[in-house]
């Protein structure tokens, strides 16, 4: 007989156990829970830690979670407002912020991710539709980081964005949570990874970079072929003026020294006869000297001054 109420009391004790385990659940910190009956919300959400009591059998718990949860998009070929085609990947970061009103709309996180990626890549092919690809690609206008000899910026021929990718981002992330809160989702942060040209426009970009980079280089080799004639120039205009000034005083130099040697001789010539002699001898040998030489034929006179000194000097 005991032994029969043994085995009762341990089988009421483990359908007791059951029962409350079924009644009981625990939220983690992480987590937040809305309890349905027969499919349907009972209550509001709960999304504090602890453990919490529901009708066994009867109530269901769905366990949400709490934390950020992230996002990744596909990388998709997207269409820009001048026709050119760029293949955009994208990330976002959101959370569940409203659990009942998720319950009702998605079930599960698995339904959210399918709607985001409705939403999100449904709202960047439309924002990088209405812009160039310009403005999806930088965020802001460059700043020339040096300027040519004739003062002109370099890279001023780039073209001026008045959006840019930044603030293309913060329309798509306000737009998707338009949608996104009538699900319980915030979308907390969304960004564009990557973006990549297509073959076609890669080729266009690289060829106007190739045209920009030589427009650059032959302003700077026709401004250094200009500098180069005013530098070559001014060489040469100081060049002349050093050369000129140095022919006038040689000139000046030579004049003076030939006044000082006239003076010299004629100084000596009007002193006496033999002086005189002495003088005209020596002027006529410098001039045989200048005058002669093996090959020099002349004709002179018996009765020539020139001729006396080679006949018998005296």
Known sequence: MDNKKSIIYLILGAVALFLFSQSTYVVDETEQVVVTQFGKPVGNAIT?????????????????????????????????????????????????????????????????????????????????????????????????????????????SLTVIHVGRDKIQEMIQKAS???????????????????????????????????????????????????????????????????SEAYKTAEEIKGKADAEAASIYSSAYNKTPQARKLYGFVKSMEAYEKTFDNQTYVILSTDSEFYKYLTAPQ
């Open 48 to 156: 504090t830690p602890g453990m919490k009591f529901k009708v066994p059998f009867i109530q269901t718990t769905h366990f949400f979670d709490k934390r950020y949860l992230e996002w990744d998009g596909d990388p998709n070929q997207v269409p820009t407002k001048d026709k050119k085609f760029i293949f955009v990947d994208t990330y976002a970061r959101w959370q569940i912020t409203d659990p009942l009103q998720f319950y009702k709309r998605m079930t599960n996180e698995r339904s959210a991710y399918s709607r985001l990626d409705d939403i999100l890549d449904g709202e960047t092919r439309n924002f990088i539709a209405k812009h160039n690809i310009e403005e999806a690609v930088r965020s802001s206008n460059r700043v020339p980081a040096s300027a040519g000899i004739a003062g002109e910026m370099i890279g001023d």
């Open 177 to 243: 949570n338009e949608q996104a809160k009538e699900l319980g989702i915030a979308i907390l942060d969304f960004r564009i990874k990557r973006i990549n040209y297509v073959e076609e426009v890669q080729t266009q970009v690289y060829e106007r970079m190739k045209s920009e980079r030589y427009r650059i280089a032959d302003k700077f080799k026709s401004e250094g072929q200009g500098e180069a004639s005013r530098i070559n120039g001014e060489k040469d205009r100081e060049l002349k003026t050093v050369v």
